[in-house]
């Protein structure tokens, strides 16, 4: 079982990431070969449906912690938020390290020791935390809290250290570094060095940056959408044993408003925690309660639908089109792909599942420290017409098919013009196009002269 840094991103070259959470999937991949099942629809669908399982697990483990520190209603309603969420049926599928570093944290929850709890397991919660850090180590910042409540209501704390944590901590971290060592081929500690660089150097906001109110003016209140009020609601209404959980949300705000590189998933983890003070307030309605839930159902399935369904689905629908080349094409061999697009817009060969040869534009963060310092893909759309004469100066070096957004056709034209390129697919990828992402897909194939001179 060998990877090919080709396949991966700069972050494995850099030993930003680790091979633990990948290795889960190879395993699959692995199998699937094994059995002569290897096919590219398997390849893509088996992890969505191996982490939509997980999910699906983790929720289950929610509804029934809160039937053990409340009861069915409340349990009810607490599920009924977490379901319903429209972020929660985003990301629940996808192999994002936040999804299983929030279905990890749902299931430690399920054990972790609070009032009322019949499932505490100190090994097991702990284990599932250092599961968490090892696949991704910002998983660490929600448990700060929740850690430091156990550690003090602990009778025994030097037990609780001594023969909990720190034998779970060096198992974990042991079995990391062994994985790690065996691909990378030297020892390595991966969560450091990827602390390192997002946290202690910052070096995320290479990829953009926000001002540090921008998760409290817009990414929590976007996650949550229309649960918002009842959250707000709920805070005032939940027991205090759950002021754990709002210190929880709370500190994991803060603490990501400190980075510069804000994303919407990066909060993910929280999100169950709020479902916890939603639901309270639901269990609380005496009046418009089937009003409510009739809001919260449909304003968060139409927003799930299209966010799932309608909404940047281009960059999957193309590789379709590029999987249909690999397999069907008569000349399949000196077939080549170019995709100028903004970095990793779209799946790369676990979509293709093919030896295609296939190029898009790199875009890996400046580690030297350089001023002047630009990406292949910066360096492309400040004069994206002038970039390709430059880099296909001799014929034979042009790739057979080129995709692009909508928004650039118009500016390289002479080049597709003078290169025989013709469009051969369109496809929808978004109502609202911004900079260098268009509206639709283009997909371009080079035509010979006497095709050309034939249609």
Request: one cysteine or more; aromatic letters at 18%.
């Amino acid at each position: 079982m060998v990877f090919n840094y080709g396949y991966l991103t700069w972050e494995w070259t850099e030993r930003l990431r680790g091979y633990t959470y990948p290795l889960i999937f190879a395993s699959i991949y692995k199998i699937l070969h094994l059995l002569g099942k290897d096919s590219v629809h398997l390849l893509i669908w088996i992890p969505r449906l191996a982490q939509a399982l997980l999910s699906a697990i983790a929720d289950l483990r929610l509804y029934s912690l809160m039937k053990q520190l409340e009861n069915q209603q409340v349990a009810r309603w607490v599920f009924f938020c977490q379901l319903c969420s429209w972020f929660t049926w985003y990301c629940c599928t996808r192999t994002l390290t936040n999804t299983m570093e929030t279905v990890l944290t749902i299931i430690a929850l399920f054990y972790y020791p609070l009032e009322g709890s019949k499932s505490m397991n100190s090994v097991k919660y702990s284990s599932l935390v250092a599961l968490a850090f090892i696949i991704r180590p910002t998983a660490v910042i929600p448990w700060i809290p929740l850690l430091f409540r156990h550690f003090w209501q602990e009778q025994r704390k030097l037990d609780l250290i001594l023969h909990q944590f720190l034998p779970v901590g060096f198992v974990t971290l042991s079995l990391s570094l062994i994985i790690d060592r065996i691909f990378f081929g030297q020892w390595t500690l991966v969560q450091y060095n990827f602390l390192k660089f997002n946290v202690l150097q910052d070096l995320g906001s290479f990829y953009g940056s926000h001002p540090w109110h921008w998760y409290f003016s817009q990414g929590f209140p976007a996650v949550l959408g229309t649960h918002l009020p009842f959250f707000i609601h709920g805070c005032f209404l939940a027991p205090k044993r759950y002021r754990i959980f709002l210190v929880t949300v709370l500190w994991t705000l803060l603490v990501y408003s400190m980075l510069s590189h804000k994303e919407f998933r990066f909060i993910y983890p929280v999100l169950p925690f709020c479902m916890v003070f939603c639901g309270y307030s639901l269990n609380n309605l005496k009046t418009w309660k089937k009003p409510a839930l009739s809001f919260l159902f449909l304003s968060n399935m139409l927003l799930a639908l299209y966010t799932g369904l309608v909404h940047q689905r281009g960059t999957l629908d193309v590789m379709t089109n590029i999987q249909e080349l690999s397999y069907n094409s008569t000349n399949v061999s000196s077939a080549s792909v170019l995709m100028m697009m903004p970095c990793h817009s779209t799946p790369y060969y676990s979509h293709v599942h093919y030896p295609l040869p296939m190029r898009f534009l790199q875009c890996p963060p400046d580690l030297t420290g350089k001023t002047d310092y630009l990406v292949e893909a910066d360096m492309f759309y400040l004069n994206p017409l002038k970039w390709l004469y430059m880099e296909f100066q001799n014929d034979s070096q042009l790739p057979t098919h080129l995709i692009i957004f909508s928004v650039l056709e118009e500016e390289i034209s002479p080049f597709l013009i003078s290169n025989n390129y013709e469009r051969t697919a369109v496809f929808f990828h978004t109502h609202f196009p911004e900079s260098r992402t268009g509206s639709h897909i283009y997909v371009y194939e080079r035509k010979l002269k006497g095709k050309l001179n034939q249609r």
